[in-house]
């Protein structure tokens, strides 16, 4: 699932032919590789420990962590809407605190209002459908490669909001309710994952269609991984703790953000020398 060249800067005609107004800017998401997946999946199950830490073991409270994490979460974008490319360490901070926010959204619904978790399934299935026919509708590409205006961008991180949350419905669905456990519930979406992958390089499925299908199961396979980890094992986990693995998996990430920066520096500098 490689992506095109960045798409230049000035106005131009989109993948549809069409010239708009809006301004261009370089491609605000970063490529499709190995390295892509590992944090995602990363920052999936950071976002499931994090959350747990933030609301149990340091007392904060849903209404609480919910608060902090929105307010971090909104600087995050703001910083990232901003930007005029794909920054890997302003990226990668907004998906680290999206899925941390996704989590606490299911949670909260869950925990606070009583709504049992094959109902939230539903409906955060059917907004993350919505937020792709609306996408589609306005903008008739649900392409990664070509995130270069503020409507996709937006449309963007609000599909990854949704899956997250729907990831985080479905794990806890599987793992919890149905009490399959977190090894079992790991151990299905990581097998629905490596279906779509088979499907995507062996029977061609449809680019995009097999990056959204892997990128909504990376959430619940990353939160029954966190819990595993995490939770004691009276409660089926490995009783690492919270901040253990919240600390291995963010020390992972930063260290591939960190080669992933300096990739991204020695790339602009190369295109710099080449047009000059």
């Not at 998401?29 to 990363?42: G, H, S």
């Not at 199950?45 to 929105?70: I, P, Y």
């Not at 029954?224 to 409660?235: E, K, R, V, W």
């Not at 490995?238 to 990430?253: A, D, E, K, N, Y």
Request: hydrophobic share 55%.
């Amino acid at each position: 699932m490689k992506r095109d060249a960045n798409p230049p800067a000035a106005p131009c005609a989109d993948p549809i032919g069409r010239t708009d107004t809006v301004p261009r800017m370089l491609n605000k998401v970063p490529e499709v590789t190995l390295a892509f997946w590992v944090i995602k999946i990363m920052a999936t199950t950071v976002g499931e420990t994090a959350a747990d830490f933030l609301n149990a073991d340091l007392g904060f409270g849903l209404t609480a962590t919910s608060v902090v994490v929105g307010v971090l979460l909104a600087a995050a974008l703001f910083v990232q809407m901003r930007a005029r490319r794909y920054l890997p360490s302003i990226y990668w901070v907004a998906v680290v605190l999206i899925s941390v926010a996704g989590t606490l959204i299911t949670d909260n619904i869950t925990d606070s209002f009583g709504v049992p978790l094959q109902l939230t399934t539903i409906v955060f299935a059917v907004a993350l459908a919505a937020t792709f026919a609306a996408w589609y509708a306005f903008e008739r590409t649900l392409s990664i490669h070509t995130i270069f205006t503020r409507r996709r961008e937006a449309c963007y991180w609000l599909a990854i909001l949704f899956t997250f949350a729907l990831g985080t419905a479905a794990g806890d669905l599987l793992a919890e309710t149905m009490q399959l456990g977190y090894l079992a519930s790991a151990g299905i979406f990581g097998g629905a994952i490596a279906l779509v992958t088979a499907a995507y390089y062996g029977m061609r499925l449809n680019a995009i269609l097999a990056f959204w299908a892997a990128y909504v199961l990376t959430r619940p396979f990353g939160a029954s991984l966190g819990d595993l980890l995490s939770q004691p094992g009276s409660h089926g986990g490995m009783g690492l703790g919270t901040v253990l693995t919240s600390g291995v998996f963010l020390s992972v990430i930063l260290g591939l953000v960190v080669w992933m920066t300096a990739g991204q520096r020695r790339l602009v500098a190369a295109v710099v020398e080449k047009d000059r």
